[in-house]
T-cell receptor
């Protein structure tokens, strides 16, 4: 079975600092990987996804993630944090029978706080 | 576009009561699903449907029933609520489970408390 582990349930950065949210996956086959963001009292929105085309994936709002097979990682980064980035971030892996990423297994989530 | 609409937004139940959480989408999506979100556990899949008349169990289906009589609606039923079902419930849909570029669209959630 596929799974993802997010390292750090809470991450705090200063405005303008680098954002790094960690995700490691476990899969016996090449996975499809996703990052979703959840703002307070809202549902989840797709930030970006990896589907084996390119190892560096660019998403919305300046976020990007790099797929590293040797490290089984898919960490999310943003060069300069903005106050509006404060939210909860979820890494997810797709059940490969659902190639679109419909049936997902989510990590535990990382709450990002941005300090002024 | 309404997208994925969930009702109610909040609900308090007593143990043993039943209720239905409603989910409707207006995007003609084939795939619909229900997740529950609990602190420190991420989202866990309860049930899903790949089309009208077709449903299947996810990771945590016990205590929940679903049906899919139309493409638009995918209600989640709690037959006898238990405190362990206190959670935030999300409905999500996508155009097709077999389509390469078909991300999940989420509703805004239903916050359920069972006392």
């Amino acid at each position: 079975a596929q799974s993802v582990t997010q390292l750090g349930s809470h991450v705090s950065v200063s405005e303008g600092a680098l954002v790094l949210l960690r995700c490691n996956y476990s899969s016996s086959v090449p996975p499809y990987l996703f990052w979703y963001v959840q703002y307070p009292n809202q549902g989840l929105q797709l930030l970006l996804k990896y589907t084996s085309a390119a190892t560096l994936v660019k998403g919305i709002n300046g976020f990007e993630a790099e797929f590293k097979k040797s490290e089984t990682s898919f960490h999310l980064t943003k060069p300069s944090a903005h106050m509006s980035d404060a939210a909860e971030y979820f890494c997810a892996v797709s059940d490969l029978t659902f190639t679109s990423g419909s049936r997902l297994t989510f990590g535990e989530g990382t709450q990002l706080t941005v300090n002024p | 576009n309404a997208g994925v609409t969930q009702t109610p937004k909040f609900q308090v139940l007593k143990t043993g009561q039943s209720m239905t959480l409603q989910c409707a989408q207006d995007m003609n999506h084939e795939y619909m699903s229900w997740y529950r979100q609990d602190p420190g556990m991420g989202l866990r899949l309860i049930h899903y449907s790949v089309g009208a008349g077709i449903t299947d169990q996810g990771e945590v289906p016990n205590g929940y029933n679903v049906s899919r009589s139309t493409t638009e609606d995918f209600p989640l039923r709690l037959l006898s609520a238990a405190p362990s079902q206190t959670s935030v419930y999300f409905c999500a849909s996508s155009y097709s489970p077999s389509s390469y570029n078909s991300p999940l669209h989420f509703g805004n959630g239903t916050r359920l408390t069972v006392t």
